[in-house]
C-alpha cells in the first residue's frame, strides 16, 4: 500500500511540475483578448468648452 502511495504521489508531482512548465514557456498559454481600441473623449469635461457653449445657449444672438 505505501509503494502506490508513493507511486501515485510521484506521478501527482510530475504531472503537476510538466503544467507548471509548459505555463512558463507559453506552450498552452490561453489566447489574449485583442485590446480594445481607446475610446474618443470629448470635449465635454473641459470647464472651458461648457462655458462656452452655456453661453452660447443663453445669448445665441452674440458674434463669436
Known sequence: MLKFLLVVILIAVAVYLTVRVIQRRGIA??????????????PDDDPDFLRDLDRRRKHPEEPE
Do not use: E, F, I, L
Open 29 to 42: 498559454s490561453p489566447p489574449r483578448r485583442p485590446q480594445a481600441p481607446p475610446r474618443v473623449v470629448g
